[in-house]
């Protein structure tokens, strides 16, 4: 099993819609989660990060954390052609494991936003 | 203020030669790395500095060494390069539990 896994996708919607994006992740000692964004031939760009239950907010973006279930999200409200990218999710290693404070990648979304 | 800066941007290699990818940071960040990244495949840490004077081994460690200059200079070295190499090499540096930031890349074709 890998240690951070995505639905490579990819995944389509149309323009003003909702784009939902999962991450699950194996590490139950996890204390961190981050999403970028990575256009193609660039770099990725930190879009939010998360570290507690629950939701958080950030403009159109929404990343939700269940700790319990190991599981991440990224809900991309008024999904506009722009946001056309894949989209990564990175899961940073707690105390005491063999992964403490390097980030997991996964494999990235790859998300499509049509007109 | 470049934040993370890496050189060359485009590298072509043939089997056996060596090269060395330069990355530096001026946000005075103690922690930086090394991925490669692959089609499909995410981004992969090769090797990581958490802080001056100090490297370890990442997941993909193999064929790869590094030198961590000082507090600004992170570098990688690939000693006898094969095609398995082939691939887009990002350098990021971070502070603490901050997010890491990433430089541009070098994209490195080894034929």
């Known amino acids: 099993q890998k240690e951070v896994e995505q639905n490579s996708g990819p995944l389509s919607v149309p323009e003003g819609a909702i784009a939902s994006l999962n991450c699950t992740y194996s590490?139950?000692?996890?204390?961190?989660f981050f999403w970028y964004r990575q256009y193609s031939g660039k770099s990725p760009e930190l879009i939010m990060f998360?570290?507690?239950?629950g939701d958080k907010e950030d403009g159109r973006f929404t990343a939700q954390l269940n700790k319990a279930s190991q599981y991440v999200s990224l809900l991309i409200r008024d999904s506009q052609p722009s946001d056309s990218a894949t989209y990564l999710c990175?899961?940073?290693?707690?105390?005491?494991?063999?992964?403490?404070?390097?980030?997991?990648f996964g494999q990235g979304t790859i998300l499509t936003v049509h007109p | 203020n470049a934040g993370v800066t890496q050189t060359p941007k485009f590298q072509v290699l043939k089997t056996g030669q060596s090269m060395t990818l330069q990355c530096a940071q001026d946000?005075?960040?103690?922690?930086m790395y090394w991925y490669r990244q692959d089609p499909g495949m995410g981004l992969r840490l090769i090797y990581y500095?958490?802080?001056?004077?100090?490297?370890d081994k990442g997941e993909v460690p193999n064929g790869y060494n590094v030198s961590r200059l000082n507090k600004r200079e992170f570098s990688l070295r690939l000693e006898s390069a094969a095609p398995s190499q082939t691939s887009v090499y990002f350098c990021?540096?971070?502070?603490?539990?901050?997010?890491?930031?990433f430089g541009p890349g070098t994209r490195l074709l080894v034929l």
């Open positions: 990021a540096s971070t502070q603490g539990w901050q997010t890491q930031y």
């Open positions: 946000m005075n960040h103690n922690s």
């Open positions: 500095s958490a802080s001056e004077g100090t490297t």
């Open positions: 990175a899961v940073k290693g707690g105390a005491g494991g063999t992964s403490y404070g390097k980030l997991t």
């Open positions: 998360i570290y507690s239950n």
């Open positions: 590490d139950r000692g996890s204390q961190s």
